[in-house]
Protein backbone atom coordinates (compact mmCIF):
# COMPACT_ATOMS: atom_id res chain seq x y z
CA UNK A 1 0.00 0.00 0.00
CA UNK A 2 3.11 2.03 -0.62
CA UNK A 3 4.61 2.57 3.13
CA UNK A 4 7.21 1.25 4.65
CA UNK A 5 6.68 -2.22 7.22
CA UNK A 6 8.91 -4.12 9.54
CA UNK A 7 9.65 -7.20 8.25
CA UNK A 8 9.43 -9.18 11.19
CA UNK A 9 10.42 -12.44 12.13
CA UNK A 10 13.99 -12.35 13.08
CA UNK A 11 14.63 -13.54 16.73
CA UNK A 12 17.06 -11.82 18.40
CA UNK A 13 18.77 -15.13 19.70
CA UNK A 14 20.07 -15.64 16.05
CA UNK A 15 21.77 -12.56 15.88
CA UNK A 16 23.58 -12.68 19.34
CA UNK A 17 25.15 -9.72 19.87
CA UNK A 18 23.84 -6.71 17.34
CA UNK A 19 25.32 -3.39 18.58
CA UNK A 20 28.78 -2.11 18.71
CA UNK A 21 30.14 -5.08 18.92
CA UNK A 22 28.55 -5.64 15.08
CA UNK A 23 30.75 -3.87 12.46
CA UNK A 24 29.55 -4.66 9.26
CA UNK A 25 25.18 -5.35 7.38
CA UNK A 26 25.08 -6.66 4.09
CA UNK A 27 21.57 -6.85 2.74
CA UNK A 28 20.59 -8.61 -0.83
CA UNK A 29 19.20 -6.30 -3.42
CA UNK A 30 16.31 -8.96 -3.37
CA UNK A 31 15.71 -8.55 0.54
CA UNK A 32 15.80 -12.25 0.98
CA UNK A 33 19.76 -12.71 2.75
CA UNK A 34 21.49 -11.00 5.19
CA UNK A 35 24.76 -11.16 6.28
CA UNK A 36 26.07 -9.96 9.44
CA UNK A 37 29.89 -9.35 10.19
CA UNK A 38 30.90 -9.26 14.43
CA UNK A 39 34.42 -7.92 14.68
CA UNK A 40 34.79 -7.63 18.02
CA UNK A 41 38.67 -6.56 18.57
CA UNK A 42 38.56 -6.86 22.36
CA UNK A 43 37.56 -10.58 21.91
CA UNK A 44 37.94 -12.80 19.37
CA UNK A 45 35.43 -15.19 20.30
CA UNK A 46 33.04 -12.55 18.95
CA UNK A 47 33.95 -12.53 15.72
CA UNK A 48 31.78 -14.62 13.57
CA UNK A 49 29.76 -14.16 10.76
CA UNK A 50 26.39 -14.92 10.04
CA UNK A 51 24.23 -15.42 6.74
CA UNK A 52 20.31 -15.44 7.23
CA UNK A 53 17.42 -16.26 4.84
CA UNK A 54 13.96 -14.63 5.14
CA UNK A 55 11.36 -17.59 3.84
CA UNK A 56 7.60 -17.96 4.98
CA UNK A 57 7.59 -15.10 7.40
CA UNK A 58 11.01 -15.98 9.11
CA UNK A 59 14.70 -15.67 9.37
CA UNK A 60 16.72 -18.72 9.24
CA UNK A 61 20.17 -19.12 10.04
CA UNK A 62 21.76 -20.52 6.47
CA UNK A 63 25.53 -19.99 8.14
CA UNK A 64 27.35 -19.39 11.00
CA UNK A 65 30.95 -19.43 11.27
CA UNK A 66 33.79 -18.15 13.69
CA UNK A 67 36.57 -16.18 12.34
CA UNK A 68 38.44 -15.83 15.71
CA UNK A 69 41.90 -15.75 14.12
CA UNK A 70 41.08 -13.17 11.52
CA UNK A 71 39.16 -9.27 11.68
CA UNK A 72 37.13 -9.34 8.66
CA UNK A 73 35.10 -5.98 8.90
CA UNK A 74 33.93 -5.16 5.06
CA UNK A 75 31.68 -7.03 3.72
CA UNK A 76 30.49 -7.47 -0.33
CA UNK A 77 27.64 -9.60 -1.70
CA UNK A 78 26.66 -9.82 -5.37
CA UNK A 79 22.74 -8.09 -6.00
CA UNK A 80 21.59 -11.31 -6.35
CA UNK A 81 22.34 -12.65 -2.80
CA UNK A 82 24.53 -15.82 -3.91
CA UNK A 83 28.08 -14.44 -3.62
CA UNK A 84 29.52 -12.78 -0.10
CA UNK A 85 33.10 -10.81 -0.06
CA UNK A 86 34.29 -10.13 3.56
CA UNK A 87 37.58 -8.11 3.35
CA UNK A 88 39.74 -8.14 6.30
CA UNK A 89 40.61 -4.78 9.25
CA UNK A 90 44.26 -4.72 6.72
CA UNK A 91 42.86 -5.58 3.51
CA UNK A 92 45.38 -8.31 2.71
CA UNK A 93 42.82 -11.35 3.23
CA UNK A 94 39.64 -11.53 1.75
CA UNK A 95 37.21 -14.51 1.43
CA UNK A 96 34.31 -15.51 -1.01
CA UNK A 97 31.12 -17.35 -0.12
CA UNK A 98 29.11 -18.88 -2.87
CA UNK A 99 25.57 -20.53 -2.27
CA UNK A 100 26.43 -23.93 -4.74
CA UNK A 101 23.92 -26.92 -4.38
CA UNK A 102 21.81 -25.09 -1.78
CA UNK A 103 24.89 -24.83 0.93
CA UNK A 104 26.89 -22.04 1.74
CA UNK A 105 31.38 -22.34 0.01
CA UNK A 106 33.95 -20.52 0.55
CA UNK A 107 37.04 -20.01 -1.08
CA UNK A 108 39.78 -18.55 1.19
CA UNK A 109 42.49 -16.82 -0.66
CA UNK A 110 44.76 -14.20 0.42
CA UNK A 111 46.09 -13.45 -3.49
CA UNK A 112 49.90 -14.02 -2.80
CA UNK A 113 49.77 -10.67 -1.23
CA UNK A 114 52.84 -9.46 0.85
CA UNK A 115 52.45 -8.25 4.11
CA UNK A 116 53.08 -4.74 3.32
CA UNK A 117 50.12 -5.47 -0.25
CA UNK A 118 46.39 -5.10 0.28
CA UNK A 119 43.16 -4.27 -1.26
CA UNK A 120 41.30 -1.15 -0.67
CA UNK A 121 37.13 -1.03 -0.04
CA UNK A 122 36.62 -0.75 -3.76
CA UNK A 123 35.32 -3.98 -4.35
CA UNK A 124 32.51 -4.56 -6.61
CA UNK A 125 31.16 -8.51 -6.83
CA UNK A 126 29.12 -8.61 -10.26
CA UNK A 127 25.31 -9.11 -9.71
CA UNK A 128 25.40 -13.11 -9.74
CA UNK A 129 28.75 -12.53 -8.61
CA UNK A 130 30.86 -14.74 -10.90
CA UNK A 131 33.63 -11.71 -11.61
CA UNK A 132 35.14 -8.81 -8.74
CA UNK A 133 37.04 -5.51 -9.54
CA UNK A 134 38.86 -4.42 -7.51
CA UNK A 135 41.63 -1.81 -6.40
CA UNK A 136 45.01 -3.40 -5.41
CA UNK A 137 47.61 -1.76 -3.98
CA UNK A 138 51.51 -3.35 -4.41
CA UNK A 139 54.35 -2.54 -3.66
CA UNK A 140 57.15 -2.33 -5.90
CA UNK A 141 61.27 -3.35 -5.30
CA UNK A 142 62.17 0.00 -4.34
CA UNK A 143 58.86 -0.30 -1.53
CA UNK A 144 57.17 2.61 -3.22
CA UNK A 145 53.35 1.80 -3.39
CA UNK A 146 52.03 1.42 -6.84
CA UNK A 147 48.05 1.39 -7.71
CA UNK A 148 46.29 -1.43 -10.05
CA UNK A 149 42.66 -2.07 -11.10
CA UNK A 150 41.94 -5.70 -11.11
CA UNK A 151 39.43 -8.35 -12.29
CA UNK A 152 39.06 -11.96 -11.01
CA UNK A 153 36.67 -14.46 -11.99
CA UNK A 154 34.76 -16.32 -9.75
CA UNK A 155 34.85 -19.80 -9.63
CA UNK A 156 33.17 -22.54 -7.42
CA UNK A 157 37.08 -24.02 -6.19
CA UNK A 158 39.33 -21.01 -7.46
CA UNK A 159 39.25 -17.68 -8.13
CA UNK A 160 41.61 -16.02 -11.43
CA UNK A 161 43.40 -13.07 -12.70
CA UNK A 162 41.71 -12.02 -15.87
CA UNK A 163 42.51 -8.24 -15.76
CA UNK A 164 45.17 -5.77 -14.37
CA UNK A 165 45.97 -2.27 -15.41
CA UNK A 166 47.68 0.00 -13.46
CA UNK A 167 46.30 3.20 -12.66
CA UNK A 168 47.82 6.39 -11.49
CA UNK A 169 45.30 7.93 -9.01
CA UNK A 170 44.79 8.81 -5.38
CA UNK A 171 41.49 6.60 -4.34
CA UNK A 172 40.27 7.24 -1.02
CA UNK A 173 37.66 5.05 1.16
CA UNK A 174 34.91 5.63 -0.28
CA UNK A 175 36.02 4.53 -4.17
CA UNK A 176 33.41 2.53 -5.85
CA UNK A 177 32.97 0.21 -8.67
CA UNK A 178 29.69 -0.04 -10.38
CA UNK A 179 28.34 -3.53 -9.88
CA UNK A 180 29.11 -4.73 -13.14
CA UNK A 181 32.70 -3.11 -13.02
CA UNK A 182 32.74 -0.35 -15.79
CA UNK A 183 32.85 2.45 -13.86
CA UNK A 184 34.92 3.48 -11.40
CA UNK A 185 34.17 6.55 -8.93
CA UNK A 186 37.05 8.12 -6.85
CA UNK A 187 37.87 11.33 -5.18
CA UNK A 188 40.92 13.61 -5.93
CA UNK A 189 42.28 12.77 -2.27
CA UNK A 190 43.37 9.96 0.26
CA UNK A 191 41.73 11.69 3.00
CA UNK A 192 37.92 12.27 1.66
CA UNK A 193 37.76 15.46 4.49
CA UNK A 194 39.03 17.13 1.82
CA UNK A 195 37.86 16.20 -1.43
CA UNK A 196 35.98 18.44 -3.60
CA UNK A 197 36.15 16.46 -7.04
CA UNK A 198 34.66 13.14 -8.33
CA UNK A 199 36.62 11.54 -11.19
CA UNK A 200 35.13 8.93 -13.15
CA UNK A 201 36.64 5.97 -15.16
CA UNK A 202 35.21 3.58 -17.62
CA UNK A 203 36.12 0.64 -18.87
CA UNK A 204 36.31 0.90 -22.72
CA UNK A 205 38.34 -1.01 -25.23
CA UNK A 206 39.75 -3.53 -22.61
CA UNK A 207 41.13 -0.35 -19.97
CA UNK A 208 40.09 2.05 -17.61
CA UNK A 209 39.80 5.57 -18.92
CA UNK A 210 39.05 8.92 -17.17
CA UNK A 211 35.81 10.40 -18.36
CA UNK A 212 35.56 14.25 -18.68
CA UNK A 213 32.74 15.58 -15.95
CA UNK A 214 31.81 18.68 -14.56
CA UNK A 215 30.09 16.77 -11.92
CA UNK A 216 32.19 17.88 -8.93
CA UNK A 217 35.31 20.33 -9.66
CA UNK A 218 32.81 23.82 -10.00
CA UNK A 219 32.83 23.92 -6.19
CA UNK A 220 35.38 23.95 -4.45
CA UNK A 221 33.03 24.48 -0.88
CA UNK A 222 31.55 21.03 -0.82
CA UNK A 223 33.07 17.80 0.38
CA UNK A 224 32.02 14.74 -1.51
CA UNK A 225 32.73 11.83 0.96
CA UNK A 226 30.35 8.35 2.13
CA UNK A 227 26.76 7.35 0.52
CA UNK A 228 28.51 6.59 -3.20
CA UNK A 229 26.35 4.54 -5.03
CA UNK A 230 26.09 3.66 -8.74
CA UNK A 231 22.82 2.24 -10.40
CA UNK A 232 22.45 -1.03 -11.87
CA UNK A 233 21.91 1.11 -15.16
CA UNK A 234 24.89 3.41 -15.13
CA UNK A 235 22.95 6.17 -15.39
CA UNK A 236 22.86 7.96 -11.76
CA UNK A 237 25.14 8.26 -8.83
CA UNK A 238 24.29 9.70 -5.30
CA UNK A 239 26.89 10.72 -3.04
CA UNK A 240 27.32 12.37 0.15
CA UNK A 241 27.82 15.65 0.14
CA UNK A 242 29.01 18.02 3.57
CA UNK A 243 29.81 21.95 3.22
CA UNK A 244 33.77 22.34 3.88
CA UNK A 245 33.48 24.75 6.54
CA UNK A 246 31.35 22.43 8.50
CA UNK A 247 33.02 19.18 7.48
CA UNK A 248 30.78 16.33 9.62
CA UNK A 249 26.61 16.40 11.02
CA UNK A 250 24.97 18.12 8.44
CA UNK A 251 25.76 15.28 5.22
CA UNK A 252 23.21 15.01 2.27
CA UNK A 253 22.58 13.15 -0.41
CA UNK A 254 23.02 14.80 -4.11
CA UNK A 255 22.02 12.70 -7.05
CA UNK A 256 23.60 13.14 -10.52
CA UNK A 257 22.87 12.31 -13.89
CA UNK A 258 25.57 10.20 -15.32
CA UNK A 259 24.16 8.94 -18.30
CA UNK A 260 25.92 10.87 -20.80
Not at 90 to 98: L, T
Not at 218 to 247: H, M, Q, W
Request: aromatic letters at 14%; hydrophobic letters at 35%.
Amino acid sequence: DGRWQIRDGLDETLLDRIYFKTHHFVLSENGTRLFILNCNTDNHQERNLKILNYQNGIWNVELFETLENFKFQIGHCSSDGTTLLIREFYGNKIRIYKFIDNKWEFIYTNFDIKYNDYFSRAISLTTNGNEMSCIKIIHDTNGIAENYIKKYKIMETNIEEIFSQKIDLNFDNFSRFSSNGEILITGNEKDYSNGNIVRIFKFTNNMYSEIENNLINSDSSLIFGVGRYISDDLKTLSIGVNPKEIAFGRSEIKVYDISS
